[in-house]
C-alpha cells in the first residue's frame, strides 16, 4: 500500500479551522479525509466529506486508489446534496489529494475556502477520525458481512 505524505508544511493553506468544531449552523464547515478498508482481499479507499454542524457525512466515494480523483468525487457528491453552497470551509489533513492543483481549483470553482491541520498533526482533524474510527469498529463486528476488515 503507497500512500503519499506531504514533504513540507503548506504555509500558502492555513489551519482556519483551528480545531473549532463547534460550528453554529449547516454548510459552514466541511472535513474531509480518507481511509483505507481491506475487502475481497485488498485495499480499498474510502472518501468521505462530513458537515461539521450535524456530523453528518454529505459526501462520499470508494476506489482502490488514493488519488486525487477520490477526494474530488466525495467533495461534488457534497456540494450537489448540499444544494451547491456558497462560501463553506473545508478543511482537511495535509494529504497530496487536499494540496493538489486539480482539487484546489474544485474548491476554487465551488467558491469553497480551504483550511489544512497542521502536519502530522490528527488532533487538528479529530471529527474525522472519529468517523473513522466508528466506521471500522463496526466493520470488524464478528460476521458483519462474512469479509475481515481492518
Request: charged share 25%.
Given at each position: 500500500?503507497?500512500?503519499?505524505?506531504?514533504?513540507?508544511?503548506?504555509?500558502?493553506?492555513?489551519?482556519?479551522?483551528?480545531?473549532?468544531?463547534?460550528?453554529?449552523?449547516?454548510n459552514?464547515?466541511?472535513?474531509?479525509?480518507?481511509?483505507?478498508?481491506?475487502?475481497?482481499?485488498?485495499?480499498?479507499?474510502?472518501?468521505?466529506?462530513?458537515?461539521?454542524?450535524?456530523?453528518?457525512?454529505?459526501?462520499?466515494?470508494?476506489?482502490?486508489?488514493?488519488?486525487?480523483?477520490?477526494v474530488?468525487?466525495?467533495?461534488?457528491?457534497?456540494?450537489?446534496?448540499?444544494?451547491?453552497?456558497?462560501?463553506?470551509?473545508?478543511?482537511?489533513?495535509?494529504?497530496?489529494?487536499?494540496?493538489?492543483?486539480?482539487?484546489?481549483?474544485?474548491?476554487?470553482?465551488?467558491?469553497?475556502?480551504?483550511?489544512?491541520?497542521?502536519?502530522?498533526?490528527?488532533?487538528?482533524?479529530?471529527?474525522?477520525?472519529?468517523?473513522f474510527?466508528?466506521?471500522?469498529?463496526?466493520?470488524?463486528?464478528?460476521?458483519?458481512?462474512?469479509?475481515?476488515?481492518?
Open positions: 500500500m503507497l500512500i503519499k505524505k506531504a514533504a513540507v508544511e503548506r504555509p500558502d493553506i492555513p489551519n482556519i479551522l483551528n480545531r473549532e468544531f463547534d460550528v453554529p449552523a449547516p459552514q464547515v466541511w472535513c474531509g479525509d480518507i481511509t483505507y478498508i481491506w475487502a475481497q482481499g485488498k485495499w480499498h479507499y474510502l472518501a468521505v466529506v462530513m458537515d461539521l454542524y450535524a456530523r453528518r457525512i454529505v459526501g462520499w466515494a470508494f476506489s482502490n486508489k488514493p488519488d486525487t480523483d477520490l474530488i468525487k466525495a467533495l461534488d457528491m457534497a456540494y450537489e446534496q448540499r444544494g451547491k453552497p456558497q462560501g463553506p470551509l473545508f478543511h482537511s489533513d495535509q494529504g497530496v489529494q487536499y494540496g493538489s492543483r486539480q482539487f484546489r481549483q474544485r474548491l476554487w470553482r465551488y467558491r469553497i475556502r480551504q483550511s489544512m491541520s497542521r502536519r502530522g498533526n490528527c488532533y487538528d482533524n479529530s471529527p474525522m477520525e472519529r468517523v474510527r466508528s466506521l471500522k469498529t463496526e466493520l470488524n463486528r464478528p460476521g458483519f458481512l462474512g469479509d475481515p476488515f481492518v
